[in-house]
């Protein structure tokens, strides 16, 4: 399903400034809240919030909630800013958010953090074109980018698609969906942090691949985040 065209190796966390937005994607939404600071959380405990006082995200969870942690409940620090999400929320829930205005034929990139919270946990990706009706479920949805990532309870990791085959837009609606794939604590209530989630669009398909330093020109990020991340 994905083209197999040749990107280049692109540093994305280094992409500090953006200019040169391309013509297709200056219209384009971006993903809100996807630091996960808001709602405002207490540092050291955390919160179920209902998805309806989130900014951006829906979740799949069957409360409808989404957990946020504030920074060092049980020890464990944000990535980035001072709280982050866990997907298995009070079920193995999937959160995601819907981005408009982005243009055909145009690639994806994108970044996030995910750590364990026993063992190792597993969390997957997913990029889905809605189709013409713009609505996910239905016959005419593709999906761009499926994949999962491990992490262990050592560190955040740091993931993102850049030096792999390339994502290419179709024009509709794009679903960017974060799930609970496993945990180490073998609880579905139990683990897969998330934080600083971020994407980019820019050098379209038809065009001829630049040089990196030209490519971390037109990357748009889809979250302030993204411009001052932080490791702790
Ligand atoms: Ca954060
Ligand atoms: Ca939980
Ligand atoms: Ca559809």
Redesign the pocket.
Known sequence: MFKQIALATVALSTAFIVTGLTAESSQASSLVNG???NPFVQDGTFRFNDESIVPGWKTTDTKNHIEIWGDGFLGVD???????AELNAQSASTIFQDVTGIGAGLEVGFEFYHRARRGTDVMSLEITDLGEDNIFGTQDDTSLFYNTYSATTAAWVYNTNAGEDAIVTLGNTLRFAYGAVSTGSGNATVGNFL??VSFGVGVGESQPVPEPASLLGLLVFGTL?ASSLKRK
């Open positions: 630091d996960f600071e944000a990535a980035v800013g001072r709280q982050f934080d600083a985040g």
